[in-house]
């Protein structure tokens, strides 16, 4: 490992905890957690097969033994490494690739697959999938054992299945870098077993997929064909930008202020302190460092070639949904596409402008704007993350207190501020949270709605809801009681 890679291993590290500290709060049960964490691998696969037979328990069993944050933290660090190590094969400019990676790992474009553990599936399986394509870019003709590595990718990719089925196209396309790049053009063997290993992955995991599919899947990914959603979930990525509104909105600024611990706050601030000096020690190191000039001019991949190769992969990621009846934009889903999205208009951007002018693009200031910019993802992260923690928390809470005080049919939840009216581009959805929970407790589903006379009042300053109900007869005193 050189000086660089040591440096941005260290940084990476250090940027997923300064983003993501507000995963170390309490971790409470949201969704699909209550009817998959309780499930044995026994029980999985004979309901479920295989799909998502690692990507699901896996979390679960890091919930159930408090060591999920730091799981998903460290996941979300080695995918970011192996992003700027595929950045970097691919440019040849270590300040462009710790760039994008800091685009990429700062700021919370999929924060939802980080925050619920049932969506964490998303996380991992990007990790493998970038750990991957670095192995196919990284790979030289002359190496020993080559086969060996060959079949080394084939149970990455099967196991990248495992975790989550919607690299399956990235991981059939992925391969095929191997044929644009000259130094394997004289071994077709070589050539054949490295490109092809994880297509036969891919497609080991579909028929085994297949043949242990239930008579009655509760999930199936083949639903209807929608050609239209390859491309409209790439589009779709634009609401990622959403996560800027807790910048631009003051009462969902405020809001996420105040759901921000403590703890987690000095430090995401302690870590960002290590930020600037890293970033510099980095280019530093990037403008002394001596590089082995045969072994890049070996592993060497043209810029027209690197974009396509990009786009193939960014669009297979994309492709799953016209099978599985389309895209709908869940923040979960944008954790695996919109890396990809970025590094192809980062290659497109590099052959488009020329890899000289790109490389001085900012000589003396890169540095100094890398960390500015790490800063203000982190920090956008922190608040977003803090938000969506606060609401699962809020929710669970308020099930318990339903299923406590028998509340039933209806009554009005005065959240001090309510996150569907400050954030309405956001994808939350209160009543289905809700309803998932009371399901989970064995109680009906109650409907919110602000009619109703009976109410209930969170107070952020201790952390628990407050009832108060009020008679339906005119004049009626409320009636206030703790819970």
């Not at 999920?68 to 080695?78: E, N, T």
């Not at 005193?477 to 819970?483: G, I, K, M, Q």
């Amino acid at each position: 490992m050189t000086k660089i890679n040591l440096l941005v291993l260290i940084l990476v590290f250090t940027v997923s905890l300064a983003a993501n500290s507000s995963l170390l709060a309490t971790y409470y049960f949201a969704g699909d957690d209550y009817f998959q964490f309780d499930k044995s691998i026994a029980d999985w696969f004979a309901t479920r097969g295989i799909w998502r037979i690692v990507g699901i328990p896996l979390p679960g069993w890091l919930v159930s033994r408090d060591v999920y944050a730091f799981a998903l933290i460290a996941a979300h660090a080695i995918g970011g490494y192996f992003f700027f190590l595929v950045a970097r094969r691919g440019f040849g400019s270590v300040a462009y690739a710790l760039l994008l990676t800091i685009i990429v790992m700062a700021f919370p474009w999929g924060y939802e697959a980080l925050v619920w553990a049932s969506a964490a599936a998303y996380v991992f399986a990007s990790c493998l999938l970038w750990v991957i394509l670095w192995a196919l870019l990284s790979l030289r003709a002359d190496q020993r054992q080559i086969y060996v590595r060959a079949t080394g990718l084939l149970f990455a990719s099967f196991l990248c299945l495992l975790i989550h089925e919607a690299v399956f196209f990235s991981l059939c396309v992925a391969g095929f870098v191997v044929w644009m790049r000259p130094d394997f053009w004289r071994d077709w063997k070589s050539a054949a077993a490295v490109s092809l290993a994880p297509l036969v992955g891919a497609l080991l995991w579909g028929v085994i997929f297949e043949l242990t599919k239930p008579a009655v899947p509760i999930y199936d990914i083949v639903t209807h064909l929608r050609p239209r959603s390859a491309l409209g979930a790439l589009f779709y990525q634009h609401r990622s930008l959403e996560v800027f509104d807790v910048w631009t909105n003051d009462l969902l600024r405020n809001y996420a202020i105040s759901t921000i611990q403590s703890p987690n706050l000095i430090l995401a601030l302690l870590a960002l302190c290590a930020v600037p000096f890293l970033v510099g020690a980095i280019m530093r190191a990037a403008r002394v460092e001596s590089v082995d000039t045969v072994r890049q001019q070996k592993t060497q991949i043209k810029p027209i070639a690197f974009l396509i190769w990009m786009v193939l992969v960014c669009e297979g990621a994309a492709f799953i949904y016209a099978l599985a009846g389309g895209y709908s934009p869940d923040a979960r889903k944008r954790y695996i596409i919109m890396p990809m999205v970025i590094m192809s208009a980062a290659a497109a951007i590099w052959l488009i402008w020329g890899p000289q002018r790109t490389r001085t693009f900012w000589p003396r200031g890169s540095s100094v704007a890398i960390s500015a910019i790490c800063i203000f993802g982190c920090l956008t992260s922190l608040l977003v993350i803090s938000i969506y923690k606060m609401e699962i928390k809020r929710v669970y809470l308020l099930a318990d207190l339903i299923v406590q005080n028998t509340i039933s049919d209806s009554f009005h939840p005065d959240g001090n501020p309510d996150l569907k009216a400050i954030w309405p581009s956001s994808n939350y959805d209160p009543q289905d949270a809700l309803d998932r929970a009371l399901d989970a407790r064995g109680s009906k589903s109650v409907s919110l709605t602000p009619q109703s006379t009976k109410r209930v009042t969170w107070s952020m300053e201790d952390q628990r809801w407050y009832c108060c109900f009020v008679a339906e007869t005119d004049g009626a005193v409320p009636a206030e009681s703790e819970h």
